[in-house]
Each structure stands twice: as C-alpha cells, then as structure tokens.
C-alpha cells in the first residue's frame, strides 16, 4: 500500500482540485447572483472505481498462482506509533523460496527481529535464530489456506501473506471500494503502472510491471482507520522460472542451542 515523492503527489492532487473545482465555484457564483440556492460542493464527489485497473490486478493474481517456483526479495519500510502519537520507521528485508502449492522459507531480518519460516507440506516452523528457539505446528494445506491460518490461530503475520492471497478468494478485491491508475512509473528501471485502490480501513497502491508479466513491484499500504496513518512499503524484486528446490530445504533442522517451544492457539492462550 522519499521525501520528494512524497511532496510532488501531495502538489499534483492538489493542482487537479483545483482545476476540478473552478468550474464548480464559477457555477456556485452564478446560482448565488441568480438567487438561487447553491449546491454544496461535496455532493458533486464521486468514488472512482475503474474496472479496468480491477482487471489488471486480477491478472496479477494469476499471474502470480501460475508460478510454480520462484524467489523474491522485498526491501520494506515500516512505520510504528508510540502512544505519543510519535511514529517511527524500522527497515527489514524479506526473502522468499517458493515451491507451489505448499511449501515455502523465508528470512525476515530488521534491526529488532530475525525470524525464519519454513513451510514443508505438513509444517509450519517458525524461528526465532537471535533468542534461540523455535516451533512447530502441523500445517497441511495450500500457501494461501496456512498463511490465513496461521494468522488466525496464532496471530503470527507471514510477511508479505497478500503474495500467496493474490488470485484466492481470500485475495481481497471483492471489497475495492475505489480504484484507479494513477499513471505510469518505474520501479528499478522497469516499467510499470501505478494504481491506487481503497476498501474499507485501508488505502493501498501497487506498481504493476508492464507487459505479460504481471508482477507487483511495490507496495505501499495505509491503515487509515488509526488516526496516525501508520504506512508500510515494500520493493520487490523477483527471480523465476529456477528449478524447484529440494523438498528438504523447506523443513527445519534444528541446530545446537535450539530449545523448541510450544505455540499454543490464541484461544488456548487466553
């Protein structure tokens, strides 16, 4: 879902109201020296919902569910909020191996938390390498049923789940309230479209690679029901096509010093 970019998007929607707007007040002008009474401005608004930006991010989904194999990296920024109201920024990188249906790794690292997954078919593995521990659940089932999961029952976020929802029916584009295409762009010299969507709680953009492959290239996603706004942006960047990994490189093989604990349902544990 820089700081230059960040001022010239505030300046080119703001150019755009007011040229939108113009021939709305010279409208109100003359209603009110006609006598008449002037319609507010806020029924004039309406909700964009381009069809054809909705076409091309199902596309992307799949796009993305007929990969077999691939790897990807994502370099994110992610904003967190005191109870100040003061917010602050973490980076992480994520890295990704997929064998699809079922099985999965990545490495999340950021200056606060190293975590390890590993996705084998049958379990889930999640690893903490810094503390010294890890755990296991049993988790049969596709990607995008064990990332929805494992998120429900554990309250453990995937990074980057929406990458294995893409192209479900958990993927989320039944509930766009808005979209649109915000123009063209490039992502680490690729070419790509820009596009802005928003549902209920959140306000997200995508940059879209160009062309037959549909891959997204950055993400930038706004909680916009918390009054801070916090953000959350990734860069991505995609390797396909390799030959599938061995199975074994997606199950866990604990090293000396590993203690395993045991993850208990959220539930459970309240």
Partial sequence: MPIPSHLTSNIKPLLLS?????????SQLAQAQAG?????AASTATVTKDTAVLKRLAEVGSYLRAQKSFAVKADALTDEVLESGQKLQFASTVDYVVSAPDKLRAKLRSDRRHRDFYLDGKTLTQVAPRA?????VAMPGTLAENVVQVAERYEIEMPLADLFLWGTPAGGLD?????????PAQIN???CDHYALRQPGVDWQVWVERGARA???KLVITTTDEPAQPQYAATLKWTLGTPPPAASSFTYTPVKGMNRIELKPVAAAK
């Fill in 36 to 40: 008449a009474p002037i319609t507010p």
């Fill in 175 to 183: 509930d766009v309230t808005a979209a649109l295409r915000v123009g």
């Fill in 215 to 217: 891959l997204p290239l």
């Fill in 18 to 26: 007011l040229a939108a707007a113009l021939p709305l007040l010279a």
């Fill in 189 to 191: 010299g690729v070419a």
């Fill in 132 to 136: 010294g521990y890890y755990a296991s």
